[in-house]
């Protein structure tokens, strides 16, 4: 599995923006497809956004269209996740997680992922 840290998490006004940071270790980074999940209170975990292993492929959900980009630097073996416009509704724990193959394709999907974080906390005051 890869061990994998978040940051950047915080309090920000609608409206505001903030950069979520994603530090991993424990395999070949580049060489894996990241994704970021968030868990609003009361609410099931959902899909936000994905990259893929080489960065030049990118997916998100609906709701965070326009607003959120995500990208990475395999230098630094660091995912990140920009976050623009923000709502209260965007109110969650943010989670990146790592698949568990190589090369693989762009998934939505939690069960495509294999190594997690421990989330950080992003609250959207209205």
């Known amino acids: 599995q890869m061990q994998l840290v978040e940051s950047g998490g915080g309090l920000v006004q609608a409206g505001g923006s903030l950069r979520l940071s994603c530090a991993a270790s424990g395999r070949t980074f580049s060489n894996y497809g990241m994704g970021w999940f968030r868990q609003a209170p009361g609410k099931e975990r959902e899909f936000v956004a994905v990259?893929?292993?080489?960065?030049?492929?990118?997916s998100y959900a609906d709701s965070v269209k326009g607003r959120f980009t995500i990208s990475r630097d395999n230098g630094k073996n660091t995912v990140y996740l920009q976050m623009n416009s923000l709502k209260p509704e965007d109110t969650a724990v943010y989670y990146c997680?790592?698949?568990?193959?190589?090369?693989?394709?762009?998934?939505?999907?939690?069960?495509?992922?294999?190594?997690w974080g421990q989330g950080t906390q992003v609250t959207v005051s209205s």
């Open positions: 997680a790592a698949r568990g193959e190589i090369y693989s394709t762009l998934s939505t999907l939690q069960s495509a992922y294999d190594s």
């Open positions: 990259i893929n292993w080489s960065g030049g492929r990118t």
